[in-house]
């Protein structure tokens, strides 16, 4: 019977510490108000992909690509290219 409850809390125990865990991680992906605020953090904006090609012209950075960051903030792709606030 002891050693049912000491596997039983041990999974316990487990399985609470992973799921805390990647509940933090989510957490973590900031939204911006606008793109002045996020051009601050990324000069050349946020790109969902690396493979995202500009249709908006020519720009002076490179954006910074995370589809997290990007989904988080998606509202501000104003030309709907895959690339927000870029620069």
């Known amino acids: 019977m002891k050693k049912v409850l000491a596997v039983v809390l041990g999974a316990g125990l487990i399985f609470g510490y992973t799921s805390y865990d990647t509940a933090e991680a989510k957490s973590k992906v900031k939204t911006y108000k606008n793109c002045t605020a996020?051009?601050?953090?990324?000069?050349g904006g946020?790109?969902?992909?690396?493979?995202?090609?500009n249709k908006g012209g020519k720009t002076k950075y490179k954006p910074y690509v995370s589809a997290k960051l990007y989904s988080a903030n998606k509202k501000m792709d104003r030309d709907k290219d895959g690339i927000?606030?870029?620069k």
């Open 38 to 43: 996020l051009n601050k953090d990324y000069k």
């Open 84 to 86: 927000a606030c870029e």
């Open 46 to 53: 946020v790109a969902k992909s690396s493979k995202i090609k």
